[in-house]
């Protein structure tokens, strides 16, 4: 998986359409999974023809159709998506991420209990400081 790249959405979606159904599919097994996107049978070609060359599906001939199989699991798809923002967003610092989303999460019931009334002065700030202040 180190050696691929991020899916575009629509190839993402085609992928997650694939994991659905399971095993051996069809292009004609997916219409239904991917009718929401109004693609026409060629675009849905194309793109599986993008997903086989990047190592993401097999392709095997059964009559006249193609059997496409995922090379790729969905778990391991979203281990290597989380790798990537986490590196993407916070230099591959785990440590960076959990930081943030608790500073954030602190922010959060800050203002939600301002907004309920329930304001306590945290790190310093007076109660005439309340957030709700900023609204008015």
């Not at 790249?5 to 979606?13: M, T, V």
């Not at 798809?77 to 993407?88: D, G, H, P, Q």
């Amino acid at each position: 998986m180190d050696d691929k790249k991020r899916l575009p959405d629509a190839e993402l979606a085609v992928m997650q359409a694939i994991w659905a159904v399971g095993g051996e599919v069809s292009r004609g097994d997916l219409d239904g999974a991917l009718a929401s996107h109004g693609w026409s049978a060629n675009t849905v070609n194309t793109y599986l023809t993008r997903l086989c060359e990047k190592g993401f599906l097999s392709s095997r001939r059964e009559g006249r159709n193609n059997l496409y199989t995922p090379l790729v699991s969905k778990d391991r798809y979203l281990e290597f998506e989380s790798r990537s923002v986490l590196k993407w967003l916070y230099g591959g610092s785990l440590g960076s991420f959990v930081e943030r989303r608790a500073a954030a999460r602190t922010e959060r019931d800050r203002r939600a209990a301002a907004v309920f009334g329930r304001y306590e002065p945290v790190n310093g700030d007076k109660k005439e400081d309340a957030p709700w202040k900023h609204f008015c």
